[in-house]
């Protein structure tokens, strides 16, 4: 069905490239392709574990000093379980989906095997997919992280990560990167808006619901205490960490660097992303200005990663003038949703859910008026069908965590902060910790 479609102008955009003479590209040999589309893989996924430092940088800033080192700690036990758990079975409950399936029962320990002859073009080296792939599914988990920070406990956090990147996340990545039934639906997600971001946001919106606010957030009065972070140049790094690495993540969806197509088709996306942030960015301190008189540094940083986010769901076919749209509206929608959570009690301790989830819908519904190939109604049924998926099963899982071994760490171990409480050590022991309160 074709559909009408009003881009902007195109004099605003900087593809008038397009009209001089383009390079006629003669076709890459069946090995330089492979070594090529191998090489992409490798390059994105040193990119992208690269936001694993970040994420554990911008998420250190922004926790308590008291917390510092629990939040290093989670992020390092994060990405070991899901690089485990990944190559257990997470990895061809994706890949190994039958087409327009809704699940697969996992061949467990995958292997990868590769082709001895290279004849047919296009193919990579399976195992540097798996590392790719494993390094995404470690950033969703760190979303998760820095929403339930500072009162939960270490190996409760664990076991939710490892559900999650073993079985949760693998369903529905296997409903359309791996062919499942979305795929043929027509869902499009090229870098995970959704996959990744908003799955990751609805996991830390109930585990934030089921987990409570950290004690003295919200006083019995009904006014909101603010629990500033500990480093804010540590946070504005692991912003520009994360920034650098989205390079990778989008840009190495691509899935192929061996063509000349491919080449450019990735210098797009790298510069439909990077448009994408500056105008979030930039949006954020003109209305944070016009609305408070100040600008607030962590709602910035938030901004420029909810540009990133947004527009991680079509990177390619977007102009840039469409780019700069999609960031700057994601910033905005933050800089209103972290408010709405506070007046909902809603603890999350360094906006990852307005930045991930609410961004990463955004951007997602966007598709249907970047993509040509894409529609309304098959951008929302995913939506829909992710949201429901992840909230009831990780609701289950935080749940049967909570009555099991418990989810929560008590009281006393709060107020004198998780680096003493359950590592023995304070991040920055000159400055004293026993002297701190609630808030």
Same mark, same amino acid.
């Given at each position: 069905m074709s559909k009408l479609r009003p881009r902007l102008p195109a004099a605003l955009t900087l593809s008038a490239f397009l009209?001089?003479?383009?390079?006629?590209?003669?076709?890459?040999?069946?090995?330089?392709?492979?070594?090529f589309n191998t090489l992409i893989f490798y390059l994105g996924g040193i990119l992208v574990m690269w936001m694993a430092a970040g994420f554990?940088?911008?998420?250190?800033?922004?926790?308590?000093?008291?917390?510092?080192?629990?939040?290093?700690?989670?992020?390092?036990?994060?990405?070991?379980?899901?690089?485990?758990?990944?190559?257990?079975?997470?990895?061809?409950?994706?890949?190994?989906?039958?087409?327009?399936?809704?699940?697969h029962i996992p061949e467990f320990f995958w292997t990868a095997s590769d082709p001895t002859e290279f004849g047919e073009p296009g193919k990579f080296a399976a195992a540097s997919d798996w590392f790719f792939q494993m390094a995404f599914v470690a950033a969703t988990a760190s979303i998760i992280c820095g929403t339930v920070a500072e009162r939960i406990k270490f190996w409760s956090f664990m076991v939710f990560v490892a559900v999650m990147t073993g079985v949760l996340y693998p369903i529905t990545a296997s409903w359309g990167w791996g062919g499942g039934w979305l795929a043929e639906l027509g869902f499009s997600d090229f870098a995970g808006s959704s996959y990744v971001h908003s799955f990751g946001g609805w996991a830390a919106l109930t585990g934030a619901?089921?987990?409570?606010?950290?004690?003295?957030?919200?006083?019995?009065?009904?006014?909101?205490?603010?629990?500033?972070?500990?480093?804010?140049?540590?946070?504005?790094?692991?912003?520009?960490?994360?920034?650098?690495?989205?390079?990778?993540?989008?840009?190495?969806?691509?899935?192929?660097?061996?063509?000349?197509?491919?080449?450019?088709? +990735?210098?797009?996306? =790298?510069?439909?992303?990077?448009?994408?942030?500056?105008? &979030?960015?930039?949006? #954020?301190?003109? @209305?944070?200005?016009v609305l408070y008189k100040k600008i607030d540094l962590t709602m910035v940083l938030n901004g420029a990663l909810a540009g990133l986010v947004a527009i991680t769901a079509e990177p390619l076919e977007a102009t840039v003038p469409e780019a700069i749209v999609i960031g700057a509206v994601g910033a905005v929608i933050v800089i209103y949703l972290v408010p709405l959570l506070d007046r909902?009690? +809603?603890?999350?301790? =360094?906006?990852?859910?307005?930045?991930?989830?609410?961004? &990463?819908?955004?951007? #997602?519904?966007? @598709?249907a008026y970047t993509k040509d190939n894409a529609t309304l109604v098959g951008q929302l049924t995913g939506m829909v069908s992710i949201a429901i998926f992840t909230l009831v099963a990780s609701a289950l899982v935080w749940l049967a965590i909570k009555h099991t071994i418990g989810l929560r760490v008590t009281e006393e171990e709060e107020f004198n902060g998780l680096d003493r409480s359950f590592l023995g050590v304070e991040s920055y022991p000159e400055f004293g910790q026993g002297s701190q309160r609630f808030g």
């Amino acid at each position: 069905m074709s559909k009408l479609r009003p881009r902007l102008p195109a004099a605003l955009t900087l593809s008038a490239f397009l009209f001089l003479p383009q390079p006629a590209f003669a076709a890459v040999d069946p090995e330089t392709g492979f070594v090529f589309n191998t090489l992409i893989f490798y390059l994105g996924g040193i990119l992208v574990m690269w936001m694993a430092a970040g994420f554990t940088m911008l998420e250190t800033g922004l926790v308590r000093s008291k917390n510092s080192a629990m939040m290093c700690l989670n992020n390092v036990g994060l990405f070991s379980v899901t690089g485990l758990m990944f190559w257990i079975c997470g990895y061809d409950m994706i890949y190994g989906i039958e087409k327009g399936g809704f699940i697969h029962i996992p061949e467990f320990f995958w292997t990868a095997s590769d082709p001895t002859e290279f004849g047919e073009p296009g193919k990579f080296a399976a195992a540097s997919d798996w590392f790719f792939q494993m390094a995404f599914v470690a950033a969703t988990a760190s979303i998760i992280c820095g929403t339930v920070a500072e009162r939960i406990k270490f190996w409760s956090f664990m076991v939710f990560v490892a559900v999650m990147t073993g079985v949760l996340y693998p369903i529905t990545a296997s409903w359309g990167w791996g062919g499942g039934w979305l795929a043929e639906l027509g869902f499009s997600d090229f870098a995970g808006s959704s996959y990744v971001h908003s799955f990751g946001g609805w996991a830390a919106l109930t585990g934030a619901i089921i987990l409570g606010a950290r004690k003295g957030k919200y006083l019995p009065d009904g006014r909101i205490n603010p629990m500033p972070g500990s480093n804010l140049p540590l946070a504005t790094l692991g912003t520009f960490i994360l920034w650098m690495g989205w390079f990778g993540f989008n840009g190495a969806s691509q899935l192929a660097l061996g063509s000349g197509p491919d080449a450019i088709a +990735i210098a797009t996306i =790298v510069m439909n992303s990077n448009m994408a942030a500056v105008s &979030g960015a930039i949006v #954020t301190m003109v @209305v944070m200005q016009v609305l408070y008189k100040k600008i607030d540094l962590t709602m910035v940083l938030n901004g420029a990663l909810a540009g990133l986010v947004a527009i991680t769901a079509e990177p390619l076919e977007a102009t840039v003038p469409e780019a700069i749209v999609i960031g700057a509206v994601g910033a905005v929608i933050v800089i209103y949703l972290v408010p709405l959570l506070d007046r909902l009690k +809603i603890d999350d301790v =360094v906006g990852a859910i307005p930045v991930h989830l609410g961004a &990463g819908l955004w951007g #997602t519904l966007c @598709v249907a008026y970047t993509k040509d190939n894409a529609t309304l109604v098959g951008q929302l049924t995913g939506m829909v069908s992710i949201a429901i998926f992840t909230l009831v099963a990780s609701a289950l899982v935080w749940l049967a965590i909570k009555h099991t071994i418990g989810l929560r760490v008590t009281e006393e171990e709060e107020f004198n902060g998780l680096d003493r409480s359950f590592l023995g050590v304070e991040s920055y022991p000159e400055f004293g910790q026993g002297s701190q309160r609630f808030g």
